[in-house]
Structures are given as C-alpha cells and as structure tokens.
C-alpha cells in the first residue's frame, strides 16, 4: 500500500475566507463544512480542513502543478492583484523562479501562510 496524505489541518482567521481563497485560485474543489471545519478538495487522496484560530504560527504549503496549472493558477494570481515571489525570503519581489528547469512562485493565503507552487521537484544532493 502506497502511503497517502488523507487531510490536514490549516488555521485561518476566517476558515470560510481561506478555504474559498485556495478555491478560487488554485481550482480546487470547495466542499464546505464536516464537523466545524470547512472542507476544499485538492485532489483524489487530499483534503484541506480549514479551522478558525484566534494565534497560530505562519505554516508553509508548497503545491506541485503541471506548466499548464502553473499558467491558469498565475493569471488568477494576476487578477487579484496578489503580491507573489521568486522565494520564501523574498516574496513580494513581483518575480518567478526557474529553478531545477521548472517555474516556481510564492505568495501569502488570507491568513498569511506561506504557499508555493512549483513545476518540477527540487534536486536533492546524493538522490
């Protein structure tokens, strides 16, 4: 058996807000509420379970696209007027990477986590 990461946990300050924020730009699938979660569906084997916390540290979650994905998800991005970067330290610099071959871009969600998107894997030293 393959081990697959069912769901996770993110804090938001509005959990409404956050989970139709990864809809919008991203595309995924908003479910809406299970329990006292609000639900997105990121692929078959994901899900996001958005909670409402009052203090939480500022996480960071990195999302693998297709060239295709990267494009669409970027022009919403665009549309918005979000500001986005080439890299954790520096994102807000309105850039994209191009590490490893592949694009990359960071940007801040409504709670201030810290996302990624990226079309190719990075290249681990002695892999």
């Not at 990461?5 to 509005?14: C, M, Q, R, S």
């Not at 809809?23 to 609000?38: A, L, M």
């Amino acid at each position: 058996m393959t081990i697959t990461l069912n769901h996770t946990i993110v804090p938001a300050h509005d959990k409404v807000e956050s989970a139709r924020f990864y809809s919008r730009i991203f595309g995924f699938e908003y479910i809406g509420e299970f329990s006292h979660f609000i639900v997105v569906k990121v692929n078959d084997t994901l899900s996001l379970d958005f909670d409402s916390k009052d203090k939480y540290e500022s996480h960071h979650y990195a999302f693998k696209v297709t060239e295709q994905e990267f494009d669409e998800i970027f022009k919403r991005l665009q549309g918005e007027n979000l500001k986005y970067g080439s890299g954790p330290f520096n994102p807000e610099d309105m850039n994209i990477n191009h590490h490893y071959g592949g694009r990359g871009v960071y940007f801040r969600d409504p709670g201030g986590h810290l996302l990624e998107m990226l079309t190719t894997d990075y290249e681990i030293p002695g892999k």
